[in-house]
């Protein structure tokens, strides 16, 4: 495995595919009433997350917990950062302390990789921006792999906001890696630059995609969150007419067969790129991607400090 992970394109097929293994024996530590393992006992691995977050940062700590490592969490809120540090130096500080592993998340694309070139110790890009969020992609990859089998040949639609999804672009390059088939669909306002160039197919027609009439049959769904915080202009018309035009609803789920399972990274926005029939009904996986996150963070914190060539956790 790369010294860090700073993208999902790090990652070649046996690599992914390693961790995904590993991570099926790290879920199994959820279980457990004592929920501990002792590789990283000794290692400090500081979460320095300049960009709120609930899932990814705890999903961190816990794992980095589970492996007996000593977990630290920096907030941009809470450190010199609100004083006028700048990245750089909250950087060099943070790793002159002895660490072993930076784990990175911020609101900026191409961040993460600017703090990888000024540390000495492996950093996990956490999030950047618009940019890329490759631990999500291999939860992702995980959740599918849990309901589908191997995703070789398999077919999934990404919806939704992708011009400002660090998750998209993510995923695109893991499942084409893994040998699996992506069509991004979205209003064209709501395609970034350049995405032509992704391996992967684009589409508007929700419709036509979910039934199979535009890309053949799919495999698993994945919905998008708007992400308001990061729109500056109008992007669709009104929230009401996104939402009949993108948004998960009842009856498109009724043009997915009944094993097609749906995903969300989350947070939602329930009523407008999805429904409350589709986040909670029995195709949802949401859940699932969710205790996928815990597991596969182990497995990358684990092959990161403590080695591929040790074996089996």
């Known amino acids: 495995m790369t010294r860090s992970l700073l993208s999902a394109a790090d990652l070649d097929r046996d690599e992914a ?52 490592a000593d977990v630290i969490n920096v907030s941009a809120k809470g450190s ?47 999030g950047d921006g618009t940019h890329e969020h490759p631990t ?20 999934v639609a990404i919806v939704g906001d992708i011009a400002h999804s660090r998750v998209a672009r993510s995923n695109v390059l893991l499942l084409q890696t893994l040998g699996a088939r992506v069509t991004l669909v979205a209003p064209p306002t709501l395609l970034p630059a350049g ?25 698993a769904v994945m919905m998008l969150r708007v992400q308001r915080e990061r729109m500056t202009g109008g992007y669709f018309p009104t929230e009401r007419e996104y939402a009949a035009g993108y948004g998960l609803s009842p009856q498109r ?27 909670d009904g029995p195709r949802s996986v949401v859940l699932e991607q969710v205790q996928a996150g815990v597991a596969v963070r182990m497995a990358v914190l684990y092959r990161m400090l403590a080695g591929a060539a040790e074996g089996a956790a």
């Open 17 to 68: 595919t390693a961790l995904l293994d590993a991570a099926v024996r790290m879920h199994a530590v959820q279980s457990r009433e004592v929920k501990k393992l002792p590789p990283l006992r000794g290692r400090t691995i500081v979460n320095l997350f300049f960009e709120d977050s609930t899932r990814t940062r705890s999903s961190f700590e816990i794992a980095g917990k589970w492996l007996s």
């Open 80 to 126: 010199s950062v609100s004083k006028g540090e700048s990245l750089r130096d909250t950087a060099l500080t943070v790793a002159a302390m002895g660490v072993d592993l930076l784990v990175v998340r911020h609101g900026s694309s191409g961040a993460v990789q600017r703090v990888a070139s000024w540390v000495a110790c492996p950093v996990v890009n956490a």
């Open 195 to 219: 995405v032509g160039g992704w391996p992967c197919e684009t589409d508007w027609d929700l419709d036509a995609t979910l039934s199979g009439k535009a890309h053949g049959d799919v495999d």
């Open 136 to 155: 999500q992609a291999l939860l992702d990859a995980y959740t599918l792999r849990g309901r589908l089998g191997e995703l070789a040949d398999r077919h």
């Open 253 to 279: 789920l009724d043009l997915l067969d009944e094993d097609v399972p749906v995903l969300h990274p989350g947070p939602m926005n329930r009523g407008l790129e999805i429904s409350s029939a589709a986040a």
